[in-house]
């Protein structure tokens, strides 16, 4: 991004230099060059108070303004300002893992790519590799591999759900939800958790949508009635010419 409003900032007051803990915010990870743009000495959300302001984004204009942002104090003396204008095409990293565009709370539509390898649908890098029985099978690729067990781990928990309810509780653990949907984002967004928050992506509404599309439980849910169909079809007391055997052994 450059030559506009930066999307998000930081605000350190009353200090010099960013804290060790945030530098890396600033530090591009592929080239371990600094990559930010910064105002010393800047205003902020607190009167009378002046520190550093910075955005992990270079060739921005980075300023406070009241009435474009949004701000929240995310430790003692750490502020995070949000543009309440930005879009998510702001954050966009030059990758392509495709997915299903979501509709989120701060209104815009962010995409999540599929996660989830018990589906054929996994956007995820991956590999071909010969199993023991000189099978071709695919396998995530090893630094995709935590995400894509964590979105199966899912899955497969609401699966169980499924068959011991009928229904899957999509009321999971909030902070396992966002820990997976904040995951996969990053694999196409230049954004943390902490941003997200400031941009007010989350809401109640938007987990089960997100989730779903990381796992893309309809593909999900079409496997499971393939199979259901399959073992019916492999099971003679589910065909009604079929009279079975009573409790007794008897023919009925």
Wanted: charged share 25%; glycine share 8%; hydrophobic share 40%.
């Amino acid at each position: 991004m450059s030559n506009g409003f930066a999307p998000i900032v930081y605000w350190f007051p009353g200090v010099k230099s960013v804290p060790d803990a945030y530098k890396a915010r600033f530090t591009d990870p592929v080239t371990g060059n600094d990559k930010f743009s910064a105002a010393r000495d800047a205003k902020g959300p607190v009167d009378g108070e002046r520190g550093i302001m910075i955005s992990p984004f270079d060739g921005c204009v980075v300023m406070y303004n009241e009435d474009r942002q949004r701000w929240d104090e995310i430790e003692e003396g750490v502020w995070l300002g949000a543009d309440c204008e930005a879009e998510p095409e702001a954050f966009r990293l030059d990758t392509d893992f495709s997915g299903v565009a979501v509709k989120m709370a701060d209104g815009h539509y962010w995409e999540l790519p599929i996660a989830n390898p018990l589906v054929g649908t996994c956007s995820l890098p991956l590999w071909h590799r010969l199993n023991k029985h000189r099978q071709w099978e695919v396998e995530v690729q090893a630094e995709y591999r935590g995400l894509s067990q964590r979105a199966a781990d899912i899955s497969q928990d609401l699966i169980r759900q499924l068959a011991e309810t009928g229904s899957p509780n999509v009321e999971l653990d909030d902070d396992r939800l966002r820990g997976i949907i904040v995951d996969a984002l990053k694999l196409n967004y230049n954004i943390t958790l902490e941003e997200l928050s400031a941009l007010r992506v989350f809401s109640p509404d938007t987990y089960w949508p997100a989730l779903s599309a990381i796992l893309d439980w309809d593909t999900q849910m079409e496997i499971l009635q393939a199979e259901d169909s399959e073992a019916s079809a492999l099971d003679p007391f589910t065909d009604p010419g079929n009279t079975g055997s009573t409790a007794d052994g008897e023919k009925e």
